[in-house]
């Protein structure tokens, strides 16, 4: 177990929804990672927050945001979903900003767009 | 071309065997190079950390950088069953990971 929870664990929707993703990073952790991962593109990074702020951005679609709370809990919404949305998005947490710290998994939350 | 390449296998080996799994890269400006293991339905999970060209052993694992060749390579000794998993390399420059396609091991018995 890494510390990290991400909830909800499955979610279905339709595509033109708008879905959110919650992560709770490992207590004492600042910075917050969002990666979706599926089969043709593998895991791709999309966005960090340290301390409640963005830092770094991936390869993040318009229609996806993310937030970091002052709790340091972190949300990932998805809207306008399209089939191609289908994936498992991963949150990582780590003890400070730069990226060679060591980031911790989560269990991931496995979307399914219909 | 992506910036991090990684045969995704499948590799299947019999228990006992030495697993070779490798990374070639193309930006220079990757600094640290690390190996992740992932279960299935499970997140991925450090295994090796490593920012300097040379061996680091862990282990059974041993984690190879070449910055000259951009290669990297994590070697599995006495492999067993439960190192049944995809292994993803991964690399940092400023902050960003940048993941391999992973490359899915079945050690059988």
Same mark, same amino acid.
């Given at each position: 177990?890494?510390?990290?929870?991400?909830?909800? !664990?499955?979610?279905?929707?339709? %595509?033109?929804?708008?879905?959110?993703?919650?992560?709770?990073?490992?207590?004492? /952790?600042?910075?917050?990672?969002?990666?979706?991962?599926?089969? /043709?593109?593998?895991?791709? $990074?999309?966005?960090?927050?340290?301390?409640?702020?963005?830092?770094? !951005?991936?390869?993040?679609?318009?229609? $996806?945001?993310?937030?970091? $709370?002052? /709790?340091?809990?972190?949300?990932?919404?998805?809207?306008?979903?399209?089939?191609? /949305?289908?994936?498992?998005?991963?949150?990582?947490?780590?003890?400070?900003?730069?990226? %060679?710290?060591?980031?911790? $998994?989560?269990?991931?939350?496995?979307? %399914?767009?219909? | 071309?992506?910036?991090?390449?990684?045969?995704?296998? @499948?590799?299947?080996? @019999?228990?006992?065997?030495?697993?070779?799994?490798?990374?070639?890269?193309?930006?220079?400006?990757?600094?640290?190079?690390?190996?992740?293991?992932?279960?299935?339905?499970?997140?991925?999970?450090?295994?090796?950390? #490593?920012?300097?060209?040379?061996?680091?052993?862990?282990?059974?694992?041993?984690?190879?950088?070449?910055?000259?060749?951009?290669?990297?390579?994590?070697?599995?000794?006495?492999?067993?069953?439960?190192?049944?998993? #995809?292994?993803?390399?991964?690399? #940092?420059?400023?902050?960003?990971?940048?993941?391999?396609?992973? #490359?899915?091991?079945?050690?059988?018995?």
């Amino acid at each position: 177990d890494s510390g990290v929870t991400q909830t909800p !664990k499955h979610l279905i929707t339709a %595509t033109g929804q708008r879905v959110t993703l919650r992560c709770s990073p490992r207590s004492g /952790d600042l910075s917050v990672y969002w990666y979706q991962q599926s089969l /043709d593109q593998g895991l791709q $990074f999309l966005i960090q927050y340290y301390n409640g702020e963005e830092r770094a !951005k991936g390869n993040i679609l318009e229609r $996806f945001s993310a937030q970091q $709370f002052p /709790d340091l809990h972190s949300e990932l919404n998805l809207s306008s979903l399209e089939l191609g /949305d289908s994936a498992l998005y991963f949150c990582a947490s780590s003890l400070a900003l730069v990226g %060679t710290d060591t980031q911790y $998994f989560g269990p991931g939350t496995r979307l %399914t767009v219909l | 071309q992506k910036e991090v390449e990684q045969d995704p296998g @499948p590799l299947s080996v @019999p228990e006992g065997a030495i697993v070779s799994l490798n990374c070639t890269y193309s930006n220079s400006a990757f600094q640290y190079f690390m190996w992740y293991r992932q279960y299935s339905r499970k997140g991925p999970e450090l295994l090796m950390y #490593t920012y300097s060209s040379g061996n680091k052993e862990d282990g059974r694992f041993t984690a190879q950088v070449d910055k000259s060749s951009k290669y990297i390579s994590l070697f599995i000794r006495d492999s067993q069953p439960s190192d049944s998993a #995809t292994y993803l390399c991964a690399m #940092t420059s400023y902050g960003k990971l940048t993941f391999g396609q992973g #490359t899915i091991l079945t050690v059988h018995p």
